[in-house]
């Protein structure tokens, strides 16, 4: 039927689905084995949710549908796509995924402190940053003592590396 003919009022919009956490392209989605629980939990709680839904107006539980299965196509092509790095197996003398590292920006008065972790699982909250953050990116590799340049805010300024931890 041509659009001409169907009512204003019945014409539904397509929902829009919320993106996951960025990862660029080609990269390889890098979890910890909490990372990895956390995105199988959330799969559980949005399955339940839509097991559970309580609307009853049939519009907005077809747009509620839809973005909760768009919401799950995304998250379980992130789980599929996911490769679980345990931090207790990467070398301890250097930071790489997983470890939590101590550092120093040369221009700031104290030490900053995060976790290295899967685009999922980065919170800046929680001190956890994903492994493509450019901070992160500037740290890999290097060891305690070691100091990385780092270009804050069109400024170049230098890491050192405090301590590391797994």
């Known amino acids: 039927m041509s659009r001409g003919f169907v009512k204003e009022g019945d014409q539904e919009e397509t929902p829009i689905i919320p993106p996951r956490a960025a990862l660029p392209a080609g ?12 995105l199988r939990k959330e799969r559980e709680q949005l399955e339940n949710e839509r097991a559970n839904l309580a609307t ?43 470890a939590t590292v101590t550092y120093k920006i040369s221009t700031a008065p104290t030490p900053q402190k995060f976790q290295i972790v899967g685009v999922d699982e980065a919170d800046v909250a929680k001190r956890k940053i994903a492994f493509v953050a450019p901070i992160a990116v500037a740290l890999t590799g290097h060891k305690v003592g070691d100091v990385a340049p780092f270009n804050m805010g069109g400024k170049a300024t ?9």
């Open 56 to 98: 009853t107006h049939e519009q907005q539980r077809r747009i509620e549908l839809a973005v909760l299965n768009g919401k799950l196509d995304l998250l379980n092509e992130r789980i599929v796509l996911a490769r679980i790095l345990d931090p207790t197996t990467q070398p301890k003398d250097e930071v790489r995924f997983g």
């Open 158 to 166: 230098v890491l050192k590396v405090i301590s590391i931890e797994y």
């Open 27 to 38: 990269a390889t989605n890098y979890v910890t084995p909490t990372g990895m629980k956390l």
